[in-house]
């Protein structure tokens, strides 16, 4: 019985380690002429870039809200968020729909892209820590650096990146920011 049990043991250990070094699907786009990726869990949809209702005083990274099937999703310029130049809309610009839970709550929120690429599948012995320095965007925002193809495609941290509450906090300090402008302070 004991050989049984130690048996049962191992084949959990050696499944468990199976599971965890198994490749994950990521969804490839490029900004800025650089490649990242998010886990393809996060991704809802894909939808060709269209209109974007435009709300005063946000933060210059937030592009505004579409309409989704009647709910409103807020669209983050990526750029924008990485301190860069907002994107120009192109032909191959489109919003990436992410899904960010945060236990208790989902929210829908899109990404502007230059452009999709492809679903890739990365496995985890081929993901490098984020870097300490160097990196063009915060290093909070990159979960991790995967080796496809000989080069590096940025994983990015969507629940770091598309912080509900910083954004929230950010577009607090903008009002406070514009309030004291109104006052002539």
Known sequence: MGQ???QSQASKTA???AVEAAPQQYLTFTLGGEMFAVAILNVKEIIEYGA???IPMMPNFIRGVINLRGAVVPVIDLSCRF???ATEVARRTCNVIIELNDGEASQDVGIMVDAVSEVLEIAKTE??????FGAKIRTDFISGMGKV???FVII????KVLSIEEIAMLSKMGD???LVTEAGG
Do not use: D, F, H, Y
């Open 15 to 17: 499944i468990a380690k």
């Open 176 to 178: 406070n920011e514009s």
């Open 52 to 54: 974007i209702t435009e």
């Open 149 to 151: 193809n000989g080069k």
């Open 83 to 85: 301190g860069n130049k």
């Open 156 to 159: 990015l941290n969507v629940n």
């Open 127 to 132: 993901i490098e820590p984020p870097p300490g």
């Open 4 to 6: 049984l049990v130690q």
